[in-house]
């Protein structure tokens, strides 16, 4: 049982019966709020938004103005999806207007949130199909050649469409990597990014 505080002990003890149980229920409820917080963060948004320096709710946010911009279901690839709880948040939201697609070294069981499942590393991943949005954290620093794999990042991403990956931890040299890969893809936006809790992660855009 948690202690409580001095404050809610000094005003239990002063309280009427009535109040008392007020006093209590509002705890009870404080509780609840902060339990269904934790669960919010264990379905995976509220991780992946922390790495990747969004606000609350901000992928939330931002996958809704493009099925609104463009007006048809938009493909989401998550590569290193674990369990896949991101995608399952992700279809428990937005249903049908997303098609959701995980990639990972490990088999992962197809589930409510993922409607297909890719079983492979990185620097293998080649496929024809393309993405409106690419996710991925605490994946690339395992890879054994990151840099074929933001390739494939790359030719997998849908014109218009944004990458965020996360690459601390990979051994590139980070600062130049966004001038080096505009050189090779003029026709796509780079920008390494990092805020002040948020891990260092590469921002891509395919603008044609």
Do not use: W
């Not at 229920?25 to 934790?38: A, C």
């Not at 493009?66 to 989401?76: F, N, Y």
């Not at 030719?155 to 890969?181: H, S, V």
């Amino acid at each position: 049982m948690p202690r409580r505080s001095l404050l809610y002990e000094r005003a239990f003890s002063k309280s009427s019966r009535v109040e008392r149980q007020r006093l209590a229920r509002d705890l009870k409820n404080n509780r609840q709020k902060v339990n269904e917080g934790k669960a919010f963060q264990k379905r995976g948004i509220g991780e992946y938004e922390a790495c990747l320096g969004f606000p609350p709710n901000g992928i939330i946010q931002r996958i809704k103005l493009a099925i609104q911009k463009r007006k048809r279901p938009l493909s989401v690839l998550d590569i290193g999806n674990g369990k896949g709880l991101f995608l399952s948040a992700l279809k428990m939201l937005f249903k049908e207007n997303v098609v959701t697609t995980g990639l990972s070294t490990a088999r992962t069981s197809r589930g409510d949130g993922i409607d297909h499942v890719r079983t492979g590393s990185i620097e293998r991943f080649g496929e024809r199909e393309q993405y409106d949005f690419i996710f991925s954290i605490y994946t690339f620093m395992y890879a054994t050649s990151p840099k074929v794999g933001l390739h494939n990042v790359i030719n997998a991403l849908r014109t218009g469409g944004e990458a965020f990956i996360e690459l601390d931890g990979t051994g590139l040299q980070l600062k130049r990597l966004p001038m080096e890969l505009h050189h090779e893809y003029p026709n796509f936006h780079f920008r390494l990014r990092k805020k002040m809790f948020s891990r260092t992660y590469l921002h891509m855009v395919r603008r044609r």
